[in-house]
């Protein structure tokens, strides 16, 4: 095994001029430093078998005024504090400020590099079946380089921490090689600042930069741009912008720790880049829709990816576009995503959201504006909020209030909503156009449950007008309570083809309705509502006491009292009908009583 040093190499040129050369002081002073064409490489090889002493520290105190370094390829190493560094230097003029060897720091007046390459290694190398880890808590800091007049042309950088496994995909922070072109820097370990004039890099990842200037920083906290254009390969970002985090494992752990900021004007972000710094994204349901998109970003937001602040926050992608200033907690988890948010401007279209969304976030049997634009306020959560919204849309407009409260140990949301339909297509939402056109109404919901089978809810709407089968209803009243699968109130209406009073209980259970109720029709023309294709009009009482919805499950009566039908130039009085019918396990029994006739039925069929 060799022991001490190893050096080798050639000297092209060498030109010293000294202010200070003393030995026994160890103090090298140079005025000016001229070296060309030349190779060396200096190896400190840890002792034998028998001597497991590191080296020796470094004493020497050096100076320089200027350093001219052209055509040259430098090496060193210390097995025993593993630490790499290797350089190739096409041109480079310096004015040193510290030159301390001991502590691996080096500052600079004036630091001028072209064509050159700089590499650092540290640690030993792992063995093969370590797997990629995270950036640790406590990085050795190593080399430190500081220059506030630097410029670096077709400069490539390379870090490499020999006991830490490649990572398999994004930026990998213990293995850097990133080629460059940048201005006032400062290098310590994975500490880089730099103030960018004019920054040209790529990362061996993929990720580039085609274009950049202001105050950058990355460490093993975070990166991020200041006072900055930044142009990479899909995005370009102005102002700042950055990411934080305690190490790169708490947020592999915990995403929602993610510290983010920026303060943005005309931003343009590729979701796709954002997985070069955090690659588990790529996973997350929302995100795997839209790798493809470009963001185009205004306005400021900070904190953490689970508790962001926005401000005058304007996010366009395509047709949707987003102007919103709040709060929202709990990302990534959709589940615990808590708002308080005031909505400018919420616009997009069909095919845009549909794009956007999950497939089976939407019913197949419900259909979106062509165009909607969505504004107002959301506070809370997807299950105890407060709403005020505005709907604009080629469907029609609609205004809501409402407010939801889900609590604890209660299994049943209880809400309070009003809604205003104007001039909606509600046909075409629903995907029945045939049957059903435009409405306008007032509604209002206060109640609890949302399923039919356990809701309770006081309900009254004000119907100005529903298109059903070509006919334009008007003036329709609701008022009245859903429980237990049943309507149980009033409903009236005064419309040129039908006016009638509605008062008592109509079950809604499909499978076993219940009905209790009276209705008063004043005026019914079927022809004109287009329920019958000759002449069909009706006025009359009818009273209903009965369970089923035909007349083979139908056990009760139904009564018919002073009715009037027209019908071909026909008028017909009927002053009382009565139907009784009982039906159970298959066999039916049904009383028909009127003036005109009476009936009898008993049987199975």
């Excluded at 022991?3 to 103090?27: H, P, R």
């Excluded at 950058?216 to 970002?237: A, E, N, P, Q, Y």
């Excluded at 907690?329 to 549909?354: Q, R, W, Y």
């Amino acid at each position: 095994e060799v022991t001490g040093i190893e050096a080798d190499g050639n000297v092209g040129l060498l030109a010293i001029s000294f202010n200070e050369f003393n030995l026994v002081k160890e103090i090298v002073s140079v005025d000016q430093l001229t070296w060309s064409d030349s190779r060396v490489h200096y190896r400190k090889r840890k002792a034998g078998s028998s001597d497991t002493t590191a080296s020796s520290p470094i004493s020497w105190q050096l100076e320089a005024n200027h350093i001219q370094l052209t055509e040259l390829d430098l090496f060193y190493s210390d097995t025993a504090t593993q630490i790499t560094l290797a350089s190739k230097i096409t041109r480079l003029e310096a004015e040193p400020d510290t030159i301390d060897l001991a502590n691996l720091i080096f500052d600079f007046r004036k630091l001028q590099v072209a064509q050159s390459s700089f590499a650092v290694a540290i640690g030993g190398v792992p063995a093969p079946d370590v797997e990629a880890a995270a950036m640790p808590d406590t990085v050795d800091e190593g080399v430190m380089v500081r220059c506030d007049a630097a410029s670096l042309q077709e400069f490539d950088f390379r870090y490499d921490n020999r006991a830490v496994a490649p990572a398999a995909n994004g930026i990998d922070y213990n293995h850097l090689d990133i080629t460059a072109e940048v201005s006032k820097i400062f290098y310590q370990g994975i500490n880089i600042k730099a103030d960018v004039h004019q920054l040209k890099a790529a990362e061996k990842s993929g990720f580039i930069v085609r274009e950049a200037y202001g105050k950058f920083h990355m460490s093993d906290k975070g990166v991020g741009f200041d006072s900055c254009l930044l142009i990479t390969g899909k995005s370009t970002i102005r102002n700042s912008a950055g990411i934080s985090y305690a190490s790169l494992e708490d947020i592999t752990d915990d995403i929602g720790k993610l510290g983010i900021y920026g303060t943005m004007k005309n931003a343009t972000i590729a979701i796709s880049e954002l997985l070069y710094f955090y690659p588990p994204l790529a996973d997350i349901e929302y995100v795997k829709s839209s790798l493809d998109r470009r963001l185009t970003v205004d306005g400021s937001f900070s904190g953490t990816l689970d508790n962001l602040l926005f401000k005058g926050l304007s996010i366009k992608t395509g047709a949707t576009q987003l102007i919103a200033d709040g709060r929202i907690k709990g990302l990534p988890d959709v589940d615990k995503m808590e708002f308080d948010v005031s909505l400018s401007k919420f616009a997009s279209t069909n095919s845009e959201l549909l794009s956007l969304l999950p497939d089976s976030l939407l019913p197949s049997s419900i259909q979106l504006p062509e165009t909607f634009t969505l504004s107002g306020n959301f506070t809370g959560t997807t299950d105890n909020f407060k709403t005020a919204a505005v709907f604009q849309s080629s469907f029609g407009n609609a205004v809501v209030v409402a407010g939801m409260q889900q609590v604890v140990g209660d299994s049943l949301p209880k809400y309070n909503a009003q809604i205003d339909l104007e001039n909606f297509n509600l046909g075409k939402m629903l995907q029945q156009e045939e049957q059903i056109g435009y409405i306008s109404l007032s509604a209002s919901a206060i109640g609890e449950g949302l399923e039919l089978d356990v809701m309770n809810a006081d309900i009254t709407a004000d119907v100005k007008s529903l298109e059903l089968m070509g006919y334009e209803y008007r003036d329709a009243k609701v008022n009245g309570t859903i429980a237990d699968q049943a309507f149980l109130g009033e409903i009236t209406m005064d419309d040129d083809a039908i006016a009638f009073t509605f008062k008592g209980k109509a079950g809604l259970d499909i499978d076993h309705p219940e009905h209790n109720f009276n209705l008063d029709i004043t005026y019914l023309d079927l022809q004109e509502l287009n329920l019958y294709d000759q002449e069909l009009k009706f006025a009359g009482n009818i009273a209903g006491n009965f369970t089923g919805n035909d007349l083979r499950s139908m056990n009760g009566h139904i009564a018919v009292t002073g009715a009037t039908v027209a019908a071909r130039d026909q008028l017909l009085t009927l002053d009382s009908i009565e139907l009784l019918a009982t039906s159970i396990e298959g066999k039916y029994d049904w009383k028909l009583r009127s003036p005109v006739v009476d009936a009898n039925y008993r049987g199975t069929a």
